[in-house]
């Protein structure tokens, strides 16, 4: 079954650590776009970073750039997304999603920035 699965929320200081994580079953991350997105309670769901199949081009959201990044390892079939220096703002859901043929969302893991 074609499905993303996230892992690694949790409740964090500011200017603390989290990496996420996006398991993939049923296809290969390195032949499609994955992309991490996160929404905050009555705010639109927003593109956070995005890591290219074909060349691993990627691109961030201008608020996280320089703070999070987004890896891939091809051998566990996963993405990462490490975020650093994270904020209150940051707190979020955050989702993973696989692009291009698969087109599936996972369920989301919450981040919650506070002291």
């Known amino acids: 079954q074609v499905q993303v699965a996230e892992s690694g929320g949790g409740l964090v200081q500011p200017g603390g650590s989290l990496r996420l994580s996006c398991a993939a079953f049923?296809?290969?991350?390195?032949?499609?776009?994955m992309s991490w997105y996160r929404q905050c309670p009555e705010k639109e769901r927003e593109l956070v970073a995005f890591?290219?199949?074909?060349?691993?081009?990627?691109n961030y959201a201008d608020s996280v750039k320089g703070r999070f990044a987004i890896s891939r390892d091809n051998a566990k079939n996963t993405v990462y997304l490490q975020m650093n220096s994270l904020k209150v703002e940051d707190t979020a859901v955050y989702y993973c999603k696989a692009g291009g043929y698969v087109n599936k969302w996972g369920q989301g893991t919450q981040v919650t920035v506070s002291s």
């Open positions: 890591l290219a199949g074909t060349g691993g081009d990627s």
């Open positions: 049923g296809f290969t991350v390195s032949r499609v776009g």
